[in-house]
């Protein structure tokens, strides 16, 4: 049976579309991506966030992304990674908007970092295990989330931890077939080297280094390499870890344009972690050190870090889930166009609501949805 839906206006403009009997707690937040709502069903006291993504179709590289994020989402299960609960049926195929309805969480990473609270070694330990945590899942699910962040770090008054936005996630090895990715796959100060001196090579240890930068951001309370632009950004990690050595750059080709922008930058020592982060402990020292490696073959992979004395409290192999099977990035590989878009996500809502094809069945095969439908039935 369909159930009844309102509208709201939030800030006196943004219509949010919702079931009737949802009662809105307050706005979180909005970006680039849209709005998010926190509401409240009364019955159970359950909260959620709703996110709406206004003329999400108006740009195909971000609609692929959103779309991205919503196969991936519903494909994972885990506790340290944002769940996607709903996704709210659009009154026509011939939509622009789109709801998305995930756990609610009470801030991120970002905000707690800067906060006055105080945070511990507990705290440092904690939150940098959860994110391992979650990667030791997802990349054993063939996803690299290259584009881990503090803000991209949900968090609970409890310190519990979930992982979002993964609109530029991949598999590894996989072929770029996004141009324009390459170029900010990891806001720039979370990048790793490889990232930010071969765009297009990398792999699961771009995400290591990310967290390296984080637990030093959670240690430090600012970011640790806040480069303006390509060039600085390499400087300002070459600052502080130190001239690579040529075992260090085993894996940049000999001929590659970056070996020689690598000789223009001024000699540097490594300066010890514990100059950086006096109040750090030896194990937390062990573990940027492990993770903020600028040779992405040396770096401590996911598994080796779980197991460092850092994390000795947290470690509990046998609560540590991997995915069952890897995700089938078949999914996206297509050339984005708005009317594919449209199919594709209403198909994502449809998942949720079977019910609307039975409301628009005469309207969904000129648009070749009911293929989509039957296709995924059988």
């Known amino acids: 049976m369909a159930v009844p839906y309102k509208e709201l206006v939030i800030d006196g403009k943004i219509k949010f579309k919702v079931p009737a009997h949802l009662e809105l707690i307050k706005k979180v937040g909005s970006g680039a ?10 019955k159970t006291g359950e909260k959620l966030a709703v996110k709406k993504i206004t003329d999400a179709f108006h740009d195909l590289i971000d609609g692929k992304r959103i779309l991205r994020e919503v196969k991936l989402l519903r494909s994972f299960r885990h506790d340290n990674i944002i769940n996607i609960l709903d996704m709210y049926p659009p009154d026509h195929p011939d939509f622009d908007d789109i709801y998305i309805v995930t756990d609610l969480m009470e801030t991120d990473l970002h905000r707690v970092i800067y906060s006055k609270q105080i945070l511990n070694d507990e705290h440092h330990q904690y939150f940098s295990y959860q994110i391992l945590r979650g990667l030791l899942y997802l990349h054993s699910a063939n996803v690299v989330h290259r584009d881990l962040k503090p803000a991209n770090i949900l968090v609970n008054k409890n310190c519990d931890l979930k992982i979002c936005d993964f609109g530029l996630a991949r598999g590894f090895g996989n072929d770029e077939d996004d141009p324009s990715l390459t170029d900010y796959v990891v806001t720039r100060w979370y990048r790793a080297p490889e990232v930010v001196l071969l765009a297009s090579e990398y792999t699961k240890s771009i995400d290591v280094w990310s967290v390296g930068c984080i637990l030093c951001e959670l240690i430090g309370r600012k970011p640790i390499f806040t480069g303006k632009d390509h060039l600085d950004q390499i400087k300002k990690i070459i600052a502080v870890t130190g001239t690579p050595s040529e075992e260090d750059l085993v894996w940049l080709p000999p001929k590659s344009p970056a070996r020689n922008f690598l000789k223009k930058v001024p000699p540097c020592t490594k300066q010890p972690w514990k100059s950086i982060y006096p109040k750090a402990t030896a194990a937390g020292i062990e573990a940027i050190e492990r993770m903020v490696t600028f ?9 080796e870090c779980l197991v460092l004395p850092f994390y000795e409290t947290l470690h509990m192999p046998d609560d540590e889930p991997v995915a069952a099977t890897p995700v089938d990035w078949a999914f996206d590989k297509f050339t984005p166009t708005k009317r594919l878009l449209q199919n594709y996500v209403y198909k994502e809502c449809w998942n949720f609501h079977p019910e609307i094809a039975k409301r628009d069945e005469k309207l969904l095969p000129e648009r070749g949805i009911d293929l989509l439908l039957r296709k995924s039935s059988v």
Do not use: E, L, W
């Open 33 to 42: 991506y849209g709005t998010v709502c926190s509401f409240q069903d009364p």
């Open 295 to 303: 040779n992405p073959v040396t770096r401590a992979s996911i598994q």
